[in-house]
C-alpha cells in the first residue's frame, strides 16, 4: 500500500531547519547549535535528484517504544527524519517504510510518502530493500528513522561517492567521538577505517581496543579518564547507508551472519562477505535516538535554537 506524495505538495515543503553541530572534546556538554532555516526547492535541483531516500520506521523498540512518534518540538521524531532527507540535493524523494499504520498514518497525513511493508524483517537494511523493489531508482539511501538531526549535505556527500565512482556498492558516514561515554556506550556504533576510506569493522564494544593503555590503567574507564587523547582513536557510525539499488536487492537476499545477530548490526552482513564500505566524513555531527536521555538531548537542541530562531 503506498501513497504518492504529488509535486504540488512536494513544493509547498518550503523550509527546513538546519542544525550544525560542533563537538568540544573532553566537555560533556559537548555540543552546541546554530539553527538556520534555508528553503526547500525541489524544483531548482532536478539535475542533481539521483537517489531516493528510504527511511525505515519502527513502533516497536526495546528501548524505547513508539520512538517515531514521539514528539520533538510538537513534531513526531519521523517528520524531521524526512525533513532533513527531502533537503539534501541528491534525493529525488523521501518514503517512510513502516509496518505499523500509526506510523504510516502520521506521516501520510502530514503530506509526506510511505510505505506499508512486512512485519518480519530482520534489519531495517531489509524493510529497505523491500521498498526498493518498487523503485527505479539506481541510488538508494537508507536514512535511520532515528536521526532527526542528520545534515542534509551529509546524505549528499555518501550518494556524490556512488556518484563518482561505479565500483563502490555501498556507502555510510562517521563522526569523530568526543566523550569518553560515547566509547563506552553500546547504544553507540564504532568504526574503524583503514587508509583507503573504507571500513574494516564495525561494534557497539570499543573498538580499536586500546590494549596497552588499558594494561597501563587497570581498565578502559581510567585509561580514557586519564588518557584524553585516546578519544581520536575513536569514531562514530552515524545512521545514514548509500547503495546501489541493485546490491541492495541481492544483500537482502543473504542470510544474517552470527556477528550480524549477536551485534544487532546489518552492515556486517556486507563486510563479512567481502563488501567494502565506502566511509564519508559526516558534514557535522548528530544524534542518535536510542535512549529517553538522548530524546531529551535532542528536544532540548531543538527546542532551544527554535527560540532563538524566533
Same mark, same amino acid.
Not at 509535486?7 to 568540544?24: D, W
Not at 559537548?30 to 513502533?59: E, F, M
Not at 545514514?240 to 545477530?261: C, H, I, K, M, N
Not at 567494502?276 to 530524546?295: H, M, N, Q
Given at each position: 500500500?503506498?501513497?504518492?506524495?504529488?509535486? !504540488?505538495?512536494?513544493?509547498?515543503?518550503?523550509?527546513?531547519?538546519?542544525?550544525?553541530?560542533?563537538?568540544? !572534546?573532553?566537555?560533556?556538554?559537548?555540543?552546541?547549535?546554530?539553527?538556520?532555516?534555508?528553503?526547500?526547492?525541489?524544483?531548482?535541483?532536478?539535475?542533481?535528484?539521483?537517489?531516493?531516500?528510504?527511511?525505515?520506521?519502527?513502533?516497536?523498540?526495546?528501548?524505547?517504544?513508539?520512538?517515531?512518534?514521539?514528539?520533538?518540538?510538537?513534531?513526531?521524531?519521523?517528520?524531521?527524519?524526512?525533513?532533513?532527507?527531502?533537503?539534501?540535493?541528491?534525493?529525488?524523494?523521501?518514503?517512510?517504510?513502516?509496518?505499523?499504520?500509526?506510523?504510516?498514518?502520521?506521516?501520510?497525513?502530514?503530506?509526506?510518502?510511505?510505505?506499508?511493508?512486512?512485519?518480519?524483517?530482520?534489519?531495517?537494511?531489509?524493510?529497505?530493500?523491500?521498498?526498493?523493489?518498487?523503485?527505479?531508482?539506481?541510488?538508494?539511501?537508507?536514512?535511520?528513522?532515528?536521526?532527526?538531526?542528520?545534515?542534509?549535505?551529509?546524505?549528499?556527500?555518501?550518494?556524490?561517492?556512488?556518484?563518482?565512482?561505479?565500483?563502490?556498492?555501498?556507502?555510510?558516514?562517521?563522526?569523530?567521538?568526543?566523550?569518553?561515554?560515547?566509547?563506552?556506550n553500546p547504544a553507540v556504533v564504532k568504526i574503524v577505517i583503514d587508509d583507503d576510506g573504507y571500513a574494516t569493522?564495525?561494534?557497539?564494544?570499543?573498538?580499536?581496543?586500546?590494549n596497552q593503555a588499558v594494561t597501563r590503567h587497570g581498565s578502559i574507564e581510567a585509561a580514557l579518564r586519564n588518557?584524553?587523547?585516546?578519544?581520536?582513536?575513536?569514531?562514530?557510525?552515524?545512521?545514514?547507508?548509500?547503495?546501489?539499488?541493485?546490491?541492495?536487492?541481492?544483500?537482502?537476499?543473504?542470510?544474517?551472519?552470527?556477528?550480524?545477530?549477536?551485534?544487532?548490526?546489518?552492515?556486517?552482513?556486507?563486510?563479512?562477505?567481502?563488501?567494502?564500505?565506502?566511509?564519508?566524513?559526516?558534514?557535522? !555531527?548528530?544524534?542518535?535516538?536510542?535512549?529517553?536521555?538522548?530524546?531529551?538531548?535532542?528536544?532540548?537542541?531543538?527546542?532551544?535554537?527554535?527560540?532563538?530562531a524566533v
Amino acid at each position: 500500500m503506498t501513497r504518492s506524495l504529488p509535486l !504540488p505538495v512536494l513544493t509547498s515543503l518550503t523550509s527546513r531547519q538546519s542544525l550544525k553541530l560542533r563537538h568540544y !572534546p573532553g566537555i560533556d556538554t559537548a555540543i552546541t547549535t546554530a539553527l538556520t532555516c534555508n528553503p526547500v526547492d525541489p524544483t531548482g535541483k532536478n539535475s542533481k535528484q539521483i537517489a531516493v531516500a528510504v527511511i525505515p520506521a519502527r513502533y516497536s523498540s526495546t528501548r524505547l517504544p513508539g520512538k517515531p512518534l514521539l514528539e520533538i518540538a510538537g513534531k513526531p521524531l519521523i517528520l524531521w527524519v524526512a525533513e532533513r532527507a527531502l533537503a539534501a540535493r541528491s534525493v529525488a524523494r523521501a518514503i517512510i517504510a513502516t509496518d505499523d499504520k500509526r506510523i504510516f498514518d502520521t506521516v501520510t497525513s502530514a503530506g509526506f510518502e510511505a510505505m506499508m511493508t512486512r512485519g518480519d524483517h530482520a534489519s531495517g537494511t531489509d524493510r529497505v530493500a523491500e521498498v526498493a523493489r518498487t523503485l527505479d531508482a539506481e541510488i538508494i539511501v537508507n536514512v535511520q528513522g532515528d536521526e532527526p538531526l542528520i545534515e542534509p549535505e551529509t546524505i549528499d556527500r555518501a550518494v556524490k561517492e556512488l556518484e563518482a565512482d561505479r565500483e563502490i556498492l555501498m556507502a555510510t558516514t562517521s563522526e569523530p567521538i568526543a566523550e569518553a561515554a560515547e566509547v563506552l556506550n553500546p547504544a553507540v556504533v564504532k568504526i574503524v577505517i583503514d587508509d583507503d576510506g573504507y571500513a574494516t569493522s564495525f561494534s557497539r564494544n570499543p573498538t580499536p581496543w586500546p590494549n596497552q593503555a588499558v594494561t597501563r590503567h587497570g581498565s578502559i574507564e581510567a585509561a580514557l579518564r586519564n588518557e584524553p587523547a585516546l578519544l581520536f582513536s575513536f569514531r562514530k557510525h552515524t545512521g545514514l547507508y548509500v547503495y546501489r539499488r541493485d546490491f541492495l536487492l541481492e544483500f537482502a537476499g543473504w542470510p544474517q551472519t552470527e556477528s550480524e545477530a549477536s551485534e544487532s548490526l546489518e552492515q556486517l552482513r556486507a563486510l563479512e562477505r567481502g563488501v567494502k564500505i565506502k566511509v564519508v566524513e559526516a558534514a557535522s !555531527p548528530s544524534i542518535g535516538v536510542d535512549t529517553i536521555e538522548d530524546l531529551e538531548r535532542v528536544r532540548a537542541l531543538i527546542e532551544r535554537e527554535t527560540r532563538i530562531a524566533v
